[in-house]
Structures are given as C-alpha cells and as structure tokens.
C-alpha cells in the first residue's frame, strides 16, 4: 500500500497541535514538530501558490505561525519562536480567544478603512486588495517605559502587523492577539477607501 498523504484530515490535526502548542509550555516543542511536519506535507502536496489561502481556509493558526511550525520540523528555529502570542495570554483570555474564533462577534465590512487610537495603541484594520473580504491589521504602541504625555520626549513607536491577510471573519480574534479584547466595543473611525496590498505602516517599516 502507497503512503499518500490524506490533505482532507490534515488541517483538523494542525488546528489541534496548534491548540496544545498554545496551552502547554512544556510539551511545545512536539507538538509544534507535528504540527510543522503535516504543514510541510500539506505545502507540498497543494498546487504552488495556493498554500496561503488554504491556511486562511483551514486552520486557526497565522501564515507566519505555521512558517515557524514548519521552520521547527526542520531545526531552524528555538522554543522561544514555536509559541504564538496565545502564550502570553490567561486562560480567561484564550477562552475568549477560542470563543470569538468560533463565533466572531465583530466583523469588518468589506471595503471599509476601520482605525482608533487608544491607550494601548492606535490600530488599523484595512481591506487587502488581493483578496475579497479579507483584512490586513496593524498596531503602532509606545514602547515600554515611555511617557506618552511629555511631547519633548522624542521615540519611535512599536509596530505589528499580520504579514498575510486574515478572513473577515477572524479578524476579532487576531485583534485579540494584539491586545485588543473586545472590538466590537471600539467606537471605530470607519472610511470607505481601496484596499491595500500591504498592512497600513509597512513599507514605513518593513525591515522589522
């Protein structure tokens, strides 16, 4: 009998690794392993260029997170860089987490700039011009330490961004990744404008 790959159960096993990974320092490194050896097999049994979008399709877990799972399988990378930000987070947090994935209680309209500027950080969900009704995110924050209120202090923001774009309906749950907990209680500053092929800030800084 030929060992062929069965895509169809993989995403389900990855989603499950993943949700270990994320709740268990100790055991992260395995089940990260896991998780990186199904992706590369899924990669390479999907027609080129299509792997991106059956990670948005199938999985809970970010292109540049299963790139780490992948980067894992084959060494390249340490334990501090398996873990997603799922690991900073409470266990009332990822319970949120997990709940808003499954059922998004904010979800942007497709074609329209979403920004608010807040004490942990001025955000920017904006369409992706590639994709229809996906969304790519920003954050710029104040860096640890700095008092935001003295204007002769001179210092450059943190910057995050998801370096793919996320599915319209996930886009709550990746904001929660960026310390944004209850979006659809933000009072957003809405706009109706063309999507971009980049998040808003990156060709600012995308040398980080």
């Known amino acids: 009998m030929s060992n062929i790959f069965d895509i169809s159960n993989s995403a389900a096993e990855i989603n499950r690794l993943h949700e270990k990974a994320a709740k268990s320092a100790a055991d992260a490194i395995g ?41 894992a399988y084959k060494g390249k990378t340490t334990q501090a860089k398996y873990l997603s930000k799922s690991d900073m987070m409470s266990d009332s947090e990822k319970e949120h987490f997990f709940n808003v994935l499954k059922k998004p209680q904010w979800i942007p309209q497709e074609g329209v700039w979403y920004t608010v500027g807040l004490d942990i950080g001025a955000f920017w969900v904006i369409p992706d011009s590639k994709f229809s009704n996906a969304f790519h995110i ?33 886009v709550e749950a990746s904001l929660i990744f960026f310390g944004l907990i209850n979006p659809h209680n933000v009072e957003w500053n809405t706009s109706i404008r063309e999507g971009q092929p980049l998040p808003f800030g990156q060709f600012e800084y995308d040398d980080q």
Do not use: M
């Not at 390479?44 to 991106?52: A, D, I, K, N, R």
């Not at 954050?139 to 910057?159: C, H, L, R």
């Open 31 to 71: 089940y990260a392993k896991e998780a990186g050896k199904l992706l590369l097999e899924a990669k390479e049994t999907l027609p080129h260029g299509s792997f991106s979008t059956w990670i948005q399709n199938n999985l809970t877990v970010s292109h540049r997170q299963a790139q780490r799972y992948i980067n």
């Open 138 to 170: 920003s954050k710029f924050s104040a860096p640890p330490g700095v008092d935001k209120t003295k204007s002769d202090i001179e210092w450059i923001p943190n910057y995050e961004c998801t370096k793919s774009s996320v599915d319209a309906n996930k």
